[in-house]
């Protein structure tokens, strides 16, 4: 049964940094893609960031672009998300998610794992 596990929530001023871990378990992830989304009060739930264990390749939501960037120990089945230059808009609960698709990795219906998700706030 796959697991995910997120942790590295907490509140931040805005300027500062946070780095998010998801830990998986309960498979081999190697040529999965692991993401992260986000969905603050009222809205929907976004697309963040997505890396794909077999070949490397990352993908980025424009309004992170530049200041996040996703990586992945792939021996340790663990994805980070390292937030830099946070904004006050950056606030949500954000989410760790799994999928074995090769399909688009911005779409969050691709992926059939979640976690329970972290809270990030950022004050201004």
């Known amino acids: 049964q796959v697991q995910l596990v997120e942790s590295g929530g907490g509140l931040v001023q805005a300027g500062g940094s946070l780095r998010l871990s998801c830990a998986a378990s309960g498979r081999t992830f190697r040529s999965w893609t692991m993401a992260w989304f986000r969905q603050a009060p009222g809205n929907q739930r976004e697309f963040v960031a997505a890396?794909?264990?077999?070949?490397?390749?990352?993908f980025y939501a424009d309004s992170v672009k530049g200041r996040f960037t996703i990586s992945g120990d792939s021996a340790e089945n663990t994805v980070y998300l390292q937030m830099n230059s946070l904004k006050p808009e950056d606030t949500a609960l954000y989410y760790c998610a799994a999928s074995w698709l090769e399909s688009d990795p911005m779409d969050g219906y691709n992926y059939a794992y979640w976690g329970q998700g972290t809270q990030v706030t950022v004050s201004s």
């Open positions: 890396i794909n264990w077999s070949g490397g390749a990352t």
